[in-house]
T-cell receptor, first 113, second 115 residues
Framework: GEDVEQSLFLSVREGDSSVINCTYT??????LYWYKQEPGAGLQLLTY?????DMKQDQRLTVLLNKKDKHLSLRIADTQTGDSAIYFC?????????????FGKGTKLSVIP | GAVVSQHPSRVICKSGTSVKIECRSL??????MFWYRQFPKQSLMLMAT?????????EQGVEKDKFLINHASLTLSTLTVTSAHPEDSSFYIC???????????FGPGTRLTVL
């Protein structure tokens, strides 16, 4: 079955860049996502990338995809204390208009003031 | 746009009782809704996929008689945890699919605590 792996913790100083990494096993993945979850809240979609793309940039966020190695990363530039949260990597493959997401366990980002 | 609400946000109940959680897409119609469960410090696990007007499809290991899902309209799906036990305590999150690719939008989640 599909598997998505992430490191569990990351700690960075405010103002530095954060890089959260993710690996997945399903070679038929069509979309790859990054979600943010603040304590006690639901998931917020941060960004996503199609599998035929290598990079996507959206303001402070940069997503890099290495499809050959099945490696996805999320870089947050100028990390702020408000970025402290759990970040989930997820993958999906569409089929018949209804697709399901497989999530990693999440990386807890702690930003040190 | 694409707002999904859940109600209640928190619920505490006694063991043996049933609890209903509602998931609503507020500004779009959702043919498909998904129910996830999240254990502390763990990932989201898909429980079931519900399509409006038909029976839900449950993931392996999820008891369909215990977790009743109803998707009666294009904007509302409900999850009923029947005869709840302390091990059912968890964070339940729904998502609603929009558009031809069923892009998912997540609700804020419901924290269930069974005493």
């Amino acid at each position: 079955g599909e598997d998505v792996e992430q490191s569990l913790f990351l700690s960075v100083r405010e103002g530095d860049s954060s890089v959260i990494n993710c690996t997945y096993t399903d070679s038929s993945s069509t979309y790859l996502y990054w979600y943010k979850q603040e304590p006690g809240a639901g998931l917020q979609l941060l960004t996503y990338i199609f599998s035929n793309m290598d990079m996507k940039q959206d303001q402070r966020l940069t997503v890099l995809l290495n499809k050959k190695d099945k490696h996805l990363s999320l870089r947050i530039a100028d990390t702020q204390t408000g970025d402290s949260a759990i970040y989930f990597c997820a993958e999906s493959h569409s089929g018949a208009g209804s697709y399901q997401l497989t999530f990693g366990k999440g990386t807890k980002l702690s930003v040190i003031p | 746009g694409a707002v999904v609400s859940q109600h209640p946000s928190r619920v505490i109940c006694k063991s043996g009782t049933s609890v209903k959680i509602e998931c609503r897409s507020l500004d779009f119609q959702a043919t498909t809704m998904f129910w996830y469960r999240q254990f502390p410090k763990q990932s989201l696990m898909l429980m079931a996929t519900s399509n409006e007007g038909s029976k839900a499809t449950y993931e392996q290991g999820v008891e369909k008689d215990k977790f009743l899902i109803n998707h009666a309209s294009l904007t509302l799906s409900t999850l009923t945890v029947t005869s709840a036990h302390p091990e059912d305590s968890s964070f339940y999150i729904c998502s609603a699919g929009r558009g031809p690719d069923n892009e998912q939008f997540f609700g804020p989640g419901t924290r269930l605590t069974v005493l």
